[in-house]
């Protein structure tokens, strides 16, 4: 659309006009193909079989954690073991929705998560969108976590009593 706007709005050279109508109905073809390429690709195999499925949808299905696997109630907004955010409705409610983000702005900074480019990459346009304002001060805390070297291994405790 805004390629045809353009045709009519300043462009006043016809071999311009010319050009990008030819790229427009020449990558139309190309798109096509692209997407029928996809669609007929080959499809991956189901990783569950019929038992793990019947086991999910059974009444004695009990949901865990994400993150720390503790078993917690299907009615539950927050693990009772670690806090994080694990209610099938919890982004949806205004109030708990302010906790979901501050969990997920925490991880960033003092989380453990798999970090690579695109995981940073993705907090620092998640805190620019949510929180613009405070965006530089909460890159400033994911840089510093970033770039230090992870705490040494606590010593192993031994288990006989005093």
Known sequence: MIIFAQLNQGVDNPEWKGSILAVVFLSGPGIY???????DGPRSADPWDKEVERGLESDEAVPLCHRCLTPHSPTADFCPQCGATVGQYTNWLPYSYIFSVGDTLRLGT???????????????????????????????????????????PLPAQSLSAP
């Not at 193909?33 to 669609?39: D, G, I, S, T």
Request: glycine share 4%.
């Open 33 to 39: 193909a692209f997407v029928r390429w996809l669609l």
């Open 110 to 152: 003092a989380g453990q998560f798999h970090r690579t480019t695109l995981t940073v990459l993705g907090f620092i346009l998640f805190a620019l969108a949510k929180y613009a304002v405070f965006a530089p001060l909460y890159w400033i805390l994911l840089f510093q976590r970033r770039s230090s070297r992870p705490p040494p």
